[in-house]
């Protein structure tokens, strides 16, 4: 088992920013790719941003494109999501996935997850 520890989620109005934090161990900062996805009440998870940990490159769902950027900081064995101009449909909980071997699919294939963060977007 990878342990992912999500945070940084909470309350904001819309137009607000917040910035998620995965913590992952060193070996999972060896792997392949980090992703953050999300979920709200009623709705199947949907992939929010990827970044592959070599060679950080980058992507986006096209729903949060331009609004959120995700980071790593290898030192720190973090990946980040800053979220700003927040919608309330970004409203959800938010989870850090792992990928550990080669698969360029941002949208599936991920080997571990984390247990997720609330991120709640008043109108």
């Known amino acids: 088992q990878v342990p992912l520890a999500e945070s940084g989620g909470g309350l904001v109005q819309a137009g607000g920013s917040l910035r998620l934090s995965c913590a992952a161990s060193?070996?999972?900062?060896?792997?392949?790719?980090m992703g953050w996805f999300r979920q709200a009440p009623g709705k199947e998870r949907e992939f929010v941003s990827g970044i592959r940990l070599s060679s950080a490159v980058t992507y986006y769902a096209d729903s949060v494109k331009g609004r959120f950027t995700i980071s790593k900081n290898n030192a720190k064995n973090t990946v980040y999501l800053q979220m700003n101009n927040l919608k309330p449909e970004d409203s959800a909980v938010y989870y850090c996935?792992?990928?550990?071997?080669?698969?360029?699919?941002?949208?599936?294939?991920?080997?571990?997850w984390g247990q997720g963060t609330q991120v709640t977007v008043s109108s």
């Open positions: 060193g070996r999972t900062f060896r792997s392949y790719a």
């Open positions: 996935a792992n990928k550990i071997g080669y698969d360029p699919n941002w949208y599936g294939g991920y080997d571990y």
